[in-house]
């Protein structure tokens, strides 16, 4: 340092120290505070003991008249009164409660150097973190506050803005990184939940038919495989319906395929109506369609219900004009008919008795019956 002896002290106007720390504290040798920076100004503007604010020159307290000027530092030359917190006792205006209370100057002067947990002692009774170290010769300390982790809470609860901190200080910063994370976060769960939406629409998608909104083939094969294994491990049994529609194909022969599909959206409403919550509907062809009845054994009870959709089936139904009208065959099958449930086994069998359905005259529903075997031209039934 070119042979010259370092300075022990430096001089400094009250508003440049107020510049390098905006919430600093001048503060007397009794304690009371001559020179604030303008962010605790802010914070605590108002704030006073009990009563009005004690003016700058009084503050002088038991040890005797304060300095007017600190040697190193000059104290700031704001009115005392309702905007300012010059004269005021520091320890009237904060609690220190770590590393311990301090009840006077001397207290606080033995925990220089120290970090210290502060708090407002009036509203709005901020929590706050600071260090307070001594001035040269006595004059008093310089305590520096921060917000510590509460930062982010006060910069939205005093509106603060980048001007309130130290141009060092990433206060800001490190919030804005916050605030972007936060939002970027909050982007990503919201782009997370879309995809999942999007997936279960696909996987839906994947197991519906376009066109009925009933299950489709694959659908089909894994409810009929849930069901089968858990009739097979001592679960409720089941029963499997297969329904073909009678005199669809002269629909479609003498009104087109738009009066077709037409008929199949009025067979599935009918079908979605009359089954159960967990029983499964499913259309595995173009006029066919597969019904699972969860927990439901009786012949009389589906017989029942088979004629009830052969019912709701028959319902005409106009289109554009015109009155389509059509019926259905069921046959029907038991998962208690086997000693263990086979899907491929049970939907032949289902297959047979809705051929029987037919061969008889259509407009019906049959029952598998085991030991009967099908004629050779079981796979054609009568046209339509």
Do not use: W
Not at 153 to 171: G, I, M, N, Y
Not at 329 to 348: A, E, H, K, N
């Amino acid at each position: 340092m070119d042979g010259g002896a370092i300075p022990t002290a430096v001089g400094l106007e009250a508003a440049d120290l107020g510049r390098l720390m905006p919430m600093h504290l001048h503060l007397s040798p009794s304690g009371h505070i001559l020179a604030a920076g303008p962010t605790l100004t802010r914070l605590c503007c108002g704030v006073g003991p009990t009563g009005a604010a004690t003016p700058a020159h009084a503050a002088g307290g038991d040890s005797g008249p304060a300095p007017v000027n600190a040697p190193t530092i000059a104290p700031g030359h704001d009115r005392p009164g309702a905007g300012s917190i010059l004269g005021l006792r520091f320890l009237d205006l904060f609690a220190i409660s770590k590393p311990q209370r301090v009840e006077g100057m001397a207290a606080l002067g033995r925990l220089g150097g120290q970090r210290l947990h502060l708090l407002l002692r009036r509203p709005p009774h901020t929590a706050l973190r600071g260090i307070a170290v001594p001035l040269a010769g006595g004059a008093g300390m310089i305590v520096n506050l921060s917000f510590g982790i509460a930062a982010a809470e006060a910069v939205r609860k005093h509106a603060l803005t980048h001007a309130d901190f130290a141009p060092t200080d990433l206060t800001v910063e490190l919030l804005y990184l916050t605030e972007v994370k936060a939002a970027v976060m909050a982007e990503l769960a919201a782009l997370n939940l879309r995809l999942r939406e999007a997936r279960a629409a696909a996987e839906t998608q994947a197991l519906s038919d376009a066109l009925t909104g009933l299950a489709n083939r694959r659908a089909l094969d894994l409810a009929l495989a849930q069901a089968a294994a858990a009739a097979a491990g001592g679960g409720a049994g089941f029963a499997l319906l297969h329904l073909d529609l009678d005199l669809f194909k002269a629909v479609n022969d003498s009104h087109g395929h738009a009066a077709g599909d037409r008929v199949l959206i009025h067979v599935a409403t009918v079908l979605q109506r009359a089954l159960r919550k967990g029983d499964v509907a499913a259309r595995v062809g173009g006029d066919e369609f597969v019904l699972i009845l969860r927990a439901m054994t009786d012949r009389e009870a589906i017989a029942q219900l088979a004629a009830r959709l052969i019912a709701g089936i028959e319902a005409p139904v106009p289109f554009e004009g015109v009155v389509c009208r059509v019926s259905a065959s069921i046959g029907v099958t038991l998962s208690g008919l086997y000693d263990r449930p086979d899907p491929d086994r049970m939907l032949s069998d289902a297959d047979s008795a809705l051929y029987a359905s037919k061969r008889q005259g259509r407009a019906r529903c049959s029952f598998h019956a085991p030991g009967r075997q099908p004629p050779e031209d079981r796979r054609k039934p009568p046209a339509g």
